[in-house]
């Protein structure tokens, strides 16, 4: 069986939120991780591999700076690593991303495809299921177990109050939960092979069937018109020096005075 | 692509079970106000089977027209036969704006409609808008106007982005659930009801539905709830969450929590507010021992009315409470509880 697996390299968003003196997000002072539900994809596809046999191919677009977590995969178990980096595909928004994301995958075969829910930078959710969209694919969004059964895949797709179980024949594309899985650590051995392992970079002229005007900024439908720093509303009374009582009865009167009670 | 050919504000309207979810009204309260400046209809797309009859409760929150696609290939939600359906829709009639819920369905139909007609879309909406793009007259630029202007926050919540989709259309969203407002239903309303079928062939795309499981639960949506007693990591154990539980009887509300609630294993996923739980706006917020790390703060800054009791006064969530105490929840909670219980017996 033969696995991509689509990982972003994305600032941690989770621990040091890190703002330069003008208010503005300081993404140099930021660790950059690999995104954890990618992360969670990569230990699906390794698990896969472990039980099945597989090959593992990890693809993602970005700077040359997102070799790292492509070394970082292929150091947890990962076959063959490429990078895509192109500067006409820089600032690109979902469409334009898995417009260059399917471009790169038209070469490669493959029996699945698993990318992450959605990345922790920009929380859209998108990417996956539009690669799937260009390649004619089905698609599972929302995986939480995934079963190969000779052609097919028994997995299960998470809803709000439900899950589906559902049977799809590959070549199929599933997202992957971070809740998925408890990802595997680097092994010494794979941080020592993967430093010396051989990177495929690909640019422009490497996507297949793909048109100059759907990549990049201009060729991206959404335009940012605005961003900025959360405007926060400005904090209330704080109150400090109350025992318990006091403070009790300071709430009571507020919930009173607004005919909460 | 004609944009003036495009016209009017679609919503998609989702059911489960052939029941309307409160996403569909939320989003229909939204689109009045967008048509209005636009001068423009407001059209709800209902797909599923057997689902005609949810029409006149569209009709109820603000839907002008229903679009049905009604078809036994869509009785259970799947990506490929919903996805064409919505597809079909927008490619025959055509709409300036196009709505759908940031929902578990959501997220997977709205990316796929999205790249099938080639338009572009923005995710998780908090706020929409119509207005210019540029926003501010930009020379060399042409200002387009009564563009929808679609505000999102991301880096976690850490920033906010507001989009436009000024050259292709219809300019799609999908929307947090819990944060339009829905209008008071207009009794009697009925709606212009059109039935549309694009056909439906089985293709490689089409999966099969094995098992629908649903989680039993008998646990509230917290996105209802008019009064929120909300704990975190600061209420020290589950059994602690009694003292919240005891509040949230007295004030008439239910109880949700933070992130690491959660992450403890303390209380289910369903009760988990913020960026990765549930976006909800009730109308009393009690914020007790949640420190208010910002992911947190996104799924609950517009609460009418926000209590925080905390014992470290550096905590980040006094900067966006209403009203703050600085104290030890274990004595100050059961206190509260007790005076409220008070004051109610004295009314």
């Known amino acids: 069986m033969k696995i991509v697996v689509c990982i972003k390299q994305v600032p941690d968003t989770k621990g040091g939120v890190a703002f330069n003196p003008d208010g503005t997000l300081n993404r140099a002072a930021m660790l950059a991780i690999m995104n954890p539900d990618d992360k969670a994809g990569l230990e699906a596809a390794l698990r896969l591999k472990d039980q099945y046999g597989a090959e593992v191919t990890v693809l993602t677009m970005g700077l040359p700076k997102a070799t790292d977590v492509l070394q970082e995969a292929l150091a947890m178990g990962a076959d063959k690593a490429i990078l895509v980096t192109d500067r006409v595909l820089g600032g690109a928004d979902t469409w ?13 075969d493959y029996d699945l495809i698993i990318t992450g829910r959605q990345a922790i930078d920009g929380d859209t959710a998108q990417v996956g299921p539009q690669i799937a969209e260009h ?34 024949k590959m070549p199929c594309l599933l997202t992957a939960l971070s809740e998925l899985n408890e990802p595997r650590y680097m092994t010494p051995k794979g941080i020592w092979d993967a430093v010396d392992a051989d990177i495929t970079v690909w640019g422009r002229k490497d996507l297949k069937d793909v048109d100059d005007c759907n990549l990049g900024l201009a060729g991206s439908p959404t335009k940012i018109a605005k961003a900025s720093d959360k405007v926060r509303k400005g904090a209330g009374e704080i109150v400090k020096d109350l025992d318990a009582d006091g403070a009790a009865r300071a709430i009571t009167d507020k919930l009173l005075e607004k005919h909460i009670i | 692509m004609n944009l003036e050919e495009y016209k009017g504000v679609f919503v998609f309207a989702q059911q489960v079970d052939n029941e309307l979810g409160n996403i569909a009204f939320e989003l229909l309260g939204k689109a009045r106000e967008l048509a209005q400046p636009l001068n423009t209809q407001v059209t709800a797309v209902l797909v599923g089977y057997k689902v005609k009859n949810l029409a006149d409760q569209l009709a109820e929150y603000g839907a002008d027209r229903v679009i049905v696609v009604d078809d036994p290939e869509l009785e259970v939600y799947r990506t490929e036969p919903y996805a064409h359906a919505l597809a079909a829709v927008i490619n025959e009639y055509k709409p300036e704006i196009m709505l759908v819920g940031a929902t578990a369905i959501g997220r997977d139909l709205g990316p796929t409609v999205s790249a099938r007609v080639a338009t572009g879309l923005t995710a998780d909406c908090t706020k929409l808008d119509i207005g210019d793009f540029p926003l501010q007259p930009k020379e060399g630029v042409e200002t387009k106007h009564n563009q929808l202007l679609m505000t999102r926050p991301a880096f976690g919540g850490n920033t906010i982005a507001t989009i436009a989709c000024p050259n292709n259309r219809p300019q799609m969203a999908t929307v947090r659930p819990g944060v339009m407002q829905k209008i008071d239903p207009i009794s009697g309303a009925k ?41 975190g990591r600061g209420v020290g154990s589950p059994e602690n969450f009694q003292i919240l539980r005891d509040l949230a009887k007295a004030v008439g509300g239910e109880v949700s929590c933070s992130r690491a609630v959660v992450d403890s294993g303390w209380m289910p996923k369903d009760m988990q507010v913020g960026q990765t739980g549930k976006t909800v706006r009730p109308q009393v917020y009690f914020a007790i021992g949640i420190s208010g790390a910002i992911q947190h703060v996104a799924g609950m800054e517009e609460s009418d009315y926000i209590i925080a009791i905390n014992k470290d006064e550096d905590a980040p969530i006094f900067d966006v409470a209403d009203y703050g105490i600085v104290g030890d929840l274990n004595k100050v909670v059961p206190k509260l509880t007790q005076m409220i219980n008070e004051a109610k017996a004295n009314k």
Not at chain 1, 96 to 108: C, E, Q, Y
Not at chain 1, 145 to 155: A, E
Not at chain 2, 214 to 225: E, L, P, Y
Request: proline share 3%; hydrophobic share 40%.
């Open chain 1, 96 to 108: 334009a991303t898995s417009t260059t994301i399917a471009g790169a995958i038209r070469n490669l």
């Open chain 1, 135 to 168: 390649l004619g694919l089905p698609v599972i969004s929302y995986t939480q177990d995934i079963k190969v059964d000779g052609d097919y895949l028994h997995v299960q797709r998470q809803f709000e109050d439900r899950y589906h179980v559902l049977k799809v």
């Open chain 2, 191 to 231: 709606a212009e009801v059109i039935e549309f079928n694009p056909g439906f062939t089985p293709n490689n795309r089409y999966v099969e539905v094995e098992e629908v499981v649903r989680k039993v639960s008998d646990v509230v949506d917290i996105q209802n709830a008019k009064i929120l007693v909300s704990g």
